[in-house]
């Protein structure tokens, strides 16, 4: 259990959460925590960033459990297990193309982070429904001038940024620019295009896959995806690693009754 030690409203669906945890301190970006609210649930979340001090956690309020996650207050009670899940492997020098929508942003900007503090020069696309669902772009600007990168911001109607879906720019700067890798996170049909684009420009790719999670440590089956169980083998994949499950990457999920479902 871990007491909650700060609460941030980052927009109008997501909140972030302050808590210490010696483990999760150690958290890489791309890993994630299952969150105990006792007597409701238990949820996986990315861990969105990590400092001596202290880890957090940015929640979207979706559901019951993530509704309740918004209800906390400073010095309320959490359950945490983890970090668990692969994360990110980090890049240290090269032209880096990081593409996130919607709350595939949460682990996006943690690895940005990460990043500004290596010689990589990152291009960071950011997506939303609309500018008030916008994340962290006050936060992901100034690692971008640090880098010497670009940001570029996209909203499905216009309200901030370009006015198209986030992929569209990436297109445009593929073909025009070398890229040593791509990181992506965000809504599946997103990354499978991220993907096929990855597989088209001959660029690596690495993209971070949610799935329902009951156990987080590779027992009940429940994130299953082709022959990986995405909270051990993952969440991240590697383009090679998703062309051997491009029957279900962005067709198909498991439900709770273990049932394929189309996403
Ligand atoms: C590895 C991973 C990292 C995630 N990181 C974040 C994050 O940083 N921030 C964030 O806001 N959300 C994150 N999510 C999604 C988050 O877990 C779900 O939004 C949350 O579980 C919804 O719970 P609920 O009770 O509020 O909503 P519900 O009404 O119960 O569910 C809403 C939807 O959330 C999904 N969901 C519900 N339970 C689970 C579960 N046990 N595992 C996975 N998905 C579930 C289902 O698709 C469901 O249809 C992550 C999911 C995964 C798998
Ligand atoms: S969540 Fe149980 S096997 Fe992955």
Redesign the pocket.
Known sequence: MVQITEIKQENST?KTLGFDDENCRKATPGQ?VMVWIPG?????????CTSPNGVS?????????????HQMRVGDSIGIRGP??NGFTLTKKGNVLIVGGG?GL??LKFLGEKLAKSQARMTFLAGARTKDEMLFQNRIEPLIRKTLGKLVVTTDDGSCGLKCMITEPVEDLLTKERFDVIYTCGPEPMMVKMFLLAEQHNVPLQA???????CAIGICG??VIGGFR??VD??VFTKEQLQTVREEFGRF?LD?AGRKRRI
């Open positions: 997501v994630f409701l649930d238990e949820i996986p979340m990315s861990i969105s956690i940015s929640i979207e309020k979706v559901g019951q459990a993530t509704g309740a996650l668990f899940g709350t949460i682990p971070s896959l949610e799935r329902l999670m009951r429940s994130c995405v909270c993952g969440p999920k709770f």
